[in-house]
């Protein structure tokens, strides 16, 4: 390893590490400002980074009491991407490969918050709203400790996935089937998918597998009215519109004008012509009015804390808090509400996050269903075998990377009594 390509790491942990924007994008502007560095370079320091966020609390204890972004680098080097010292010496000074040598025999006393890589607040919940006790909260810890796999969608307008996995398998990029959704694909590695025609012509779209079985539980059927109530880039609209075969009307709805930008070139590629983007002002959009009570199935991924997706976001740690959590919950009791009232007698509604805390989750719903006697709650699990899908759930989903390998999710059917 070169000194110069170390202290660019250095240099693009220091600029993520305030953790005061999402790392992501931190990253992507570290390198439009640094545009010479090749593909591998970037796919190191990218790396590096995110093994930084991900250890942080054991890194953090490593280095104590200069937990400087040079020394946490070290330390992920040394400690967690198992580096050896003589990959080290061009990039390190005499001093640093000694205490680089030193750390190996390092085991810092760690809390149980530190060993699984979370904060206080957020193990006192899943213990105490939750009822995980110490090893579940270690093992789900630990799972999100690791990269999470490349799951892809088969877009089954335009392909098979029987098909896209011989497309992928015929360009030498190992993949498999995924165990849960029936249009799933996971692939080793991460091969540039956004050039090859695959991805370019709309056969395949990336999505997690615990996302998939979020539309498999709304099951939307041909020429039905959908609602995507907070369809972001449309990972999900997408997937609800080739399960409608691209019949009926599904509407896209989001408050973000940039987010439903990013759905537009997906939906282009996607080949479906039911899906109605619809920019709303708020969850009181006069548009949202004029169609209580008409929809036939309503999918609420609401806006949450995100940590169920600490694979791929690991800063979400960092920039979250109970504060932050606080406010989330009333934004998600009003979606809720606002999304219910769209649907019919008969009609069915899917409330959904990405997150693993039970004030986003349980207590949303426990308290939508003690205000709304006119919904009752339907079995997850029952619902998911009509789909092919066999899965030990309950009435109520919950996904998480330990068990499923999947993004951490939470969701509840609820459906509309008959009039």
């Known amino acids: 390893m070169s000194h110069s390509l170390f202290q660019h ?36 320091i990218a790396e590096s980074v995110f093994a930084v966020l991900r250890r942080h609390a054991l890194l953090s204890a490593l280095t104590a009491p200069q937990a400087t972004p040079k020394r946490l680098l070290i330390a992920s080097l040394v400690r967690v991407r198992g580096h050896n010292l003589r990959e080290l010496s061009d990039a390190l000074t005499e001093a640093e490969q000694k205490w680089a040598g030193e750390l190996k025999a390092l085991e810092p006393e760690l809390t149980l918050a ?22 579940a ?20 307008i335009k392909t098979r996935r029987e098909d896209a996995l011989n497309e992928l398998t ?28 695959l991805f370019t012509n709309g056969m395949v ?29 449309g990972g999900k609209t997408l997937l609800l519109g080739a399960m409608m075969a691209s019949t009926g009307r599904l509407y896209a709805f989001d408050i973000s004008e940039k987010r439903l930008a990013n759905l537009k070139p997906r939906l282009a590629r996607s080949g479906l012509s039911n899906v109605h983007p619809q920019l709303l002002a708020s969850e009181k959009d006069a548009r949202i009015k004029r169609l209580a009570g008409k929809i036939d199935r309503v999918l609420v991924d609401a806006p949450c804390s995100g940590l169920g997706t600490l694979r791929r976001n690991p800063d979400l740690k960092f920039r979250q808090s109970p504060d932050s959590v606080a406010q989330l919950n009333a934004t998600q009791a009003n979606i809720l509400n606002a999304a219910a009232a769209l649907v019919k007698p008969g009609g069915r509604l899917v409330y959904a996050t990405c997150s693993l805390l039970p004030a986003e989750n349980d207590a949303i719903i426990d308290a939508f269903l003690a ?8 079995n997850a699990e029952a619902l998911l075998a009509e789909q092919r899908v066999t899965l030990a759930t309950g009435s109520r989903l919950r996904l998480n990377p330990a068990q499923h390998n999947t993004d951490g999710f939470f969701a509840v059917a609820l459906g509309r009594n008959p009039a």
């Open 9 to 44: 790491a250095v240099d693009a942990l220091r600029r993520v590490l305030p953790c005061d924007k999402p790392a992501d994008a931190a990253l992507s502007a570290f390198f439009r400002d640094n545009p010479k560095l090749g593909q591998q370079d970037r796919h190191f």
């Open 114 to 135: 530190e060993r699984a890589e979370l904060p206080d607040w957020v193990v006192s919940a899943m213990q105490q709203d939750g009822g995980l006790d110490d090893e």
């Open 137 to 156: 909260v270690l093992t789900l810890g630990r799972a999100m400790q690791h990269p999470a796999p490349l799951d892809l969608r088969a877009n089954t």
């Open 170 to 197: 015929a360009l030498g990029i190992p993949a498999e089937f995924t165990p849960l959704s029936p249009f799933g694909l996971r692939v080793k590695g991460k091969p540039a998918l956004t050039r090859m025609p």
């Open 205 to 233: 779209e990336v999505q997690d597998e615990g996302s998939q079985l979020l539309g498999l539980l709304l099951a939307p059927r041909r020429g039905e009215m959908v609602v995507d109530f907070c369809a972001g880039a």
């Open 371 to 378: 205000s709304h006697p006119e919904f009752s709650e339907l």
